[in-house]
Nanobody, 111 residues
Framework: QVQLVESGGGLVQPGGSLRLSCAAS????????WAWYRQAPGKQRELVAI???????DYADSVKGRFIISRDDAKNTVYLQMNSLKPEDTAVYYC?????WGQGTQVTVSS
């Protein structure tokens, strides 16, 4: 089983930036696909970004051009660089890989 621990959330003003990290530990052989999801209050969890083992990425339309997903396989870690943050980005952000979920990290965008 894979354990995931996210970090890097917090409170930021509109237009600001945050970088989320998610480190995997446990029974890791190879992580093929990493993904970041988010869930805002009263809304369903949605896919934000995904990255494959070959480095191919894809993003939700709402974050394209503002968020960047990356991975460091040597550290079994995935990152989400979030720029030009908007109030509508406020949510709990979760990483996902190998059938496991992290505990989530809160991101709040507010002035």
């Amino acid at each position: 089983q894979v354990q995931l621990v996210e970090s890097g959330g917090g409170l930021v003003q509109p237009g600001g930036s945050l970088r989320l990290s998610c480190a995997a530990s446990g029974s890791i052989f190879r992580i093929n696909v990493w993904a970041w999801y988010r869930q805002a209050p009263g809304k369903q969890r949605e896919l934000v970004a995904i990255i494959t083992s070959g480095g191919t990425t894809d993003y939700a339309d709402s974050v394209k051009g503002r968020f960047i997903i990356s991975r460091d396989d040597a550290k079994n870690t995935v990152y989400l660089q979030m720029n030009s943050l908007k109030p509508e980005d406020t949510a709990v952000y979760y990483c996902h890989c190998a059938g496991s979920w992290g505990q989530g990290t809160q991101v709040t965008v507010s002035s």
